[in-house]
Every structure is written in C-alpha cells, then in structure tokens.
C-alpha cells in the first residue's frame, strides 16, 4: 500500500503544472546572460557549476548547484542600451504571480560569506518557488513583505550587487518543492519565457555575449503621468508606405508624456494601444503595424535621454497610423512603465505636533496634513494617541502610513462618511491603527475604509476596525479595485444592507489572511463578508456574525469566486482544511478575540507565505498544542502556551 501511494505522490509532483513564466527582467528589451543553469563540471567541489561567460571571467559558478541548480545570472546590460552600470537602476520584476514566502535582508557586498544579499522568494503553488538575489540594499519595496501577494511584472527590488557578489547582477533561481538538482525532471521541462531554461546558455568561449528578450511588461502607471497630444504636430498624407495594401495614407502626431507626480522616477516606458478603429493600425509599433494591443517603447529623447523619467520631465513620443478610410476613428493608450522609489522621505506625525512645515524634521499635528505634504513612496509615522480626523489619498502611489501599535494609535471617526478613503492609488500600506465609529449607515460603503479604484490600490496590516457603520460594508468596501487584509481584526461593524465588516464590488480583487471577522451585523445576506468579485480568505476566522459569515452574491459583474481555505467559519464553508467549531475567543464582549487554551484554531492555519508575527507583534508560528511541530493559528492572535 505505502509503495503504490509514494509512487502516486511522484507522479503528481512530476506532472505538475508550472505557472508562466516571464523573465524578470522589464520587457522589450534583450538582456545579457552571464551565468547559466548548473550542469556537470570537474572545476567546482560538487561536480556541477554553471558555465560562466568568458567575456567577463569564464570557468563555472559553483553556487549553481544543489538546491541553486537551475538558475541563470543576468547583468545590467542590454542590447537595445548597453551597459547600465553608472547610467541607470535595472529593476527587478516577478516572474509570475504568487506569494512572497520570504524577504531576507542582509545589507552590503561580504566576500566569501556563500549568501545572497539582499533577495526574495516567491511561492506561485504547484510547488514552484523563484528567487531573486543580490537585490541592491533598501530597493525592496514596502508592499513586498512575507505573505503579499504579487502580480507578473510588480517590481521586487532593485539589481545589486549584495552579498557574495562581485558586481551588479541579478541571480534567478527556479525550485520545485524547495528543491533543485533532486527535481531535474521537473525543472528541465521549466518554461522561462518561451525557451526551457536550460536552453539559456552564455555566449562562446571566443565570441559575443547572449542575450534573450524579456516579454515581461511593467505595469500601467496612467495615475502617474499625463499624456498630451500636441496638435501642432497633426499630418494627414496620402503616404502609405511601410503600411500593409489596402490603406489610404497615415496620420501623424506626438503625444507629450510627462511625469507629473512628485515621485517616483519611471522608466522602462511603453504605450499600448488599448483601441484603435476603423480597422487603422499603429505603423511605427514594435514589431510592425498592429491593432489594439500593440506596444510601443518610448525612445530615449528629450527628458527620457537617460532612460528615466524624472518627476516634471517629459517625452515626446511620435504616433503615425495607417489610416484604413479617411473615417474618425478612436484611438486610446495606456502607459506602462516601472516606477524607481529610489528616494524617499519620513514624515512624522504626533498628537502633540504642528500642522507646518512638510514633517519630516518638525512632527505635524494631523495625519491629512501629513498626506497632502507627502510625495509617492514617502511613509508617514504616526505617533501612539487618538486622531479624530478623515484621511483621504487620492491618485497617489507607493505611500505608507505607519501608526505605533494598533492598540494606541487611533483614528476616530464621529458617524458621517468613510474614515479612511482610498481612490484611483497604487501600493497604498496603512498598518498599526484601530479605526473605529466611522461611516453612516444611509450614506456611505465602508465605513472604516473604503477602497475605490486601482488595481493594488491598499494594503491593510495589523488594524483594528471596530464600531463603524455604513450602507453596505461597514467596515471596509472594495469597489474596482484591489486589496489586501492581513492580521486585522474586524468586530462590532454594522451595515444597514449587507456585509456588516466587509463587502467586495465589481471587478476587485481582495486577499484576507489571519483576520478575525466577529460579532458584526447585516440586514441583507451577510453580517460577516459580501462578496461580488474574487475574494480569497485563507488561516481566519468568521464566527459569530449574524446571518451568513460569507455570501458569494453571483449578482457580480465578473461572476463572483470565493476561494476558503484554513479557516474556521461558523456553519462552515466549502474549501481545503476548514473547520466550524467555537474559536474559544479570550473574552469577545469586551473586545479580546486572543485564543484560550483548547481552542480548534490553534496550530490548524498553514504556515506557507504566513507573516512572521500578529496584530499582538506577537512572533509566528508556535507550537501552541505542544505536539513538537509550530503551525500558524487561524485569526488575527498567536496563541502562546508560556504565557
């Protein structure tokens, strides 16, 4: 019996689907190969290194091995620029999509220390894990944390040159079940942008480099610039040339593209057509004349002479259409690009403060005041006390706003609108405070919080939404947008229709993890969750809301999905390692969800991607039940046996 189940579990493992791959490098663009895929050699101790290019040391690397096998180092260099050292910062972007099982810090080049710097691991499932290492210190971005989620293209970090390195590279690594050389039969069939990843070999002992084009596109950054047609550079011709038979002439004009916020820099610039009509193509886009999802990358002109986009530079970049009939037609782009949070600010904010100056040398007095001074990729810390105040963050990006504790920093509502508004922004972090009586139950969707617009429009960490109050949501509303909730706590909201603590909207994505969703009221559905759109919920705990804890409203636009796994929800729900059993909170009427001894939710979460500690900045996991091995809790609180 246990030979036919192991050769079973084999068979799944090595029939495992992989995510897509994309190298982790901005696309567009053919970036050169330094180091290959680990393979047999009598030049390194254990028998195999990856061939390294002549063209900058040849021989083999021997950290390209073992676990390490089957990854390739790329420099900062490529064809279409050159080399990049000293002109401008290469960053690191994910490969696929996933959850980052790790961020290891470990600052400055050490010589012999057999360590990575500075990296990142992201786990995409199917048991497939990719690490990016040698990340240049302080690049990692702050939404880049253990157990975000991430997207193909979010930018991880920076190229560097930490730990054992000798100049500035990125090392890409690709495990299946936290192994290399013992999963070759996995990892030889791995696809990395079009080619196996074995395939990708260095240039010839005696000849050029090799250099392999990257199709991974930077995300869309609209909110960050504006995008001007000049009008004095309108040509209608009879011209058809370089356009396909069948065409009557072209239209021409630049556009001028210009970074209008305050930070970050951008680069890696394209415009995609997102429509086109009349059957008109785009003549001078990569690749040929093309339709609707045609790119175009912006040349290095103007303001772009360097390959970043500085805030107040501009670019003109030229548009010349194939024009099918002399007709109107509709023409709309996105730009896409990489945003470089390469400088940023600490502003500082204080019960005791003064609302002047720009808080950073100074603390001001409220949180708004802090925001409107703030640049994109700025943080704002907020001192422990009570902030009666409505905070509003509109059309920013890349901004963290830092309380004390959840406990002692407060931001407290008085019943009107939503306390806390998040509108057409990226990669907005709000962590460590108690929000509580905000919204109104006739006027408004998430009381505490809402989130409108924005695809990683906010991340919320270790909160405490209590009391609050609105229409529909009354703790937090996702409307079109993207979010996600980790170790929060969410007890006492209300909403006059449905999803007394939370409801997700039309085309939204939101993610909960180890949140605790209690004792919260609804009139329509659910007094827990409402969802409508995609809504993943994974070690937390609904218990104790009246109606339903979760309602998938199939009124959704999109048909809604709710995916449940490793949580504890009362009357129980469909998914993986569920349970609906009493959580044994401490004492929920006065507020305390911690976990007593025995209860069903100790050591019963997963422990993959889980933050390392709770909304207690208690560590995580432990061994809560004494059986030897420490497994996340379920809900917001880590139980610890000690205390």
Not at 126 to 142: E, Q
Not at 334 to 354: A, E, I, M, Q, Y
Not at 358 to 375: E, K, N, Y
Not at 460 to 473: F, M, S, T
Request: hydrophobic share 35%; glycine share 12%; proline share 3%.
């Amino acid at each position: 019996m246990w030979i036919g189940l192991i050769s079973f579990l084999v068979a799944v493992k090595s029939s495992a689907q992989q995510p897509t791959f994309k190298l982790p490098l901005p696309g567009g663009k053919h970036w050169r190969l330094n180091v290959e895929v680990g393979t047999s050699t009598a030049q390194c101790p254990g028998g195999v290194g990856g061939k390294v290019w002549a063209g900058i040391e040849g021989g083999f690397d021997c950290f390209h091995a073992g676990r390490s096998q089957y990854s390739l180092d790329f420099a900062d260099n490529n064809q279409e620029e050159g080399e990049l050292t000293g002109v401008r910062e290469v960053a690191i972007l994910a490969a696929a999509g996933g959850t980052v099982a790790d961020v290891v810090l470990n600052r400055g080049q050490q010589r012999d220390c057999r360590c990575f710097g500075n990296f990142v691991v992201i786990d995409h499932g199917n048991g497939f894990t990719t690490t990016y290492a040698h990340l240049k210190d302080d690049s990692i971005p702050a939404t880049v944390f253990r157990g975000a989620a991430v997207q193909t293209g979010d930018v991880l970090g920076i190229m560097g040159t930490t730990g054992e390195s000798t100049g500035i590279h990125l090392h890409f690594g690709v495990r299946f079940n936290g192994e290399g050389s013992s999963q070759a039969e996995v990892l030889d069939r791995t696809i990395l942008d079009g080619r196996k990843i074995i395939d990708y070999k260095v240039g010839p002992d005696t000849g050029a480099a090799a250099y392999y084009f990257s199709t991974n596109l930077p995300h869309q950054i609209n909110n960050l610039v504006s995008f001007s047609p000049l009008s004095s550079t309108f040509r209608t011709s009879a011209d058809t040339s370089e356009c396909p038979a069948g065409f009557v002439g072209k239209f021409s004009f630049s556009a001028r593209l210009a970074n209008r916020s305050s930070t970050p820099s951008l680069s890696d610039l394209i415009a995609e057509v997102t429509a086109l009509t009349n059957g008109n193509l785009l003549q001078n886009a990569d690749g040929g004349p093309s339709g609707a999802g045609a790119i175009l990358t912006v040349s290095k002109v103007g303001g772009f002479s360097n390959a970043v986009l500085s805030p107040g530079e501009f670019v003109d970049v030229p548009f010349i259409i194939c024009l099918k009939n002399r007709n109107r037609f509709t023409f709309f782009v996105d730009v896409l690009g990489v945003k470089l949070c390469t400088f940023s600010r600490v502003r500082w904010v204080s019960t005791d403060g003064s609302d002047s100056g720009d808080c950073t040398t100074h603390p001001c007095r409220t949180i708004q005041f802090a925001i409107d001074r703030a640049a994109n990729c700025d943080t704002i810390k907020v001192s422990a006390g009570t902030y009666a105040e409505k905070l509003s963050i509109t059309e920013r990006s890349d901004l963290t706003i830092h309380g004390t504790n959840a406990t002692n920093t407060i931001i407290q509502g008085n019943h009107t609108f939503s306390q806390v508004r998040v509108q057409s922004s990226t990669d907005i972090i709000i962590k460590e405070f108690t929000i509580r009586d905000g919204g109104h139950p006739n006027h408004s969707e998430g009381g505490a919080i809402q989130v409108f617009g924005g695809t990683r429009g906010a991340f919320l960490q270790n909160l405490i939404l209590v009391g609050n109050e609105a229409a529909n949501g009354g703790a937090i509303a996702v409307d079109e947008a993207g979010t996600q909730i980790i170790n929060c706590l969410l007890f006492d909201n209300a909403a006059t229709n449905g999803g007394g603590a939370m409801i997700v909207r039309r085309n939204s994505t939101a993610i909960m993890e180890n949140t605790t969703v209690a004792d919260n009221l609804g009139n329509f559905l659910a007094g827990g969750v409402i969802n409508e759109s995609k809504l993943t919920i994974r070690n937390s705990i609904l218990w104790n809301n009246n109606l339903r804890q979760i309602d998938t409203f199939a009124g959704g636009t999109l048909g809604a999905v709710t995916s449940v796994s490793f949580s504890d929800i009362e009357r129980g729900h469909p998914g993986f390692a569920n349970i609906d059993r009493d959580p044994l909170f401490a004492n929920s009427p006065n507020g305390n969800f911690s976990l007593r001894a025995g209860s069903p939710a100790i050591d019963a979460g997963t422990n993959q991607n889980a933050l390392t500690f709770d909304l207690n900045r208690r560590s995580r996991p432990l061994d809560g039940n004494h059986d030897g091995i420490a497994i996340v809790d379920m809900g917001a609180f880590e139980f610890d046996p000690i205390e």
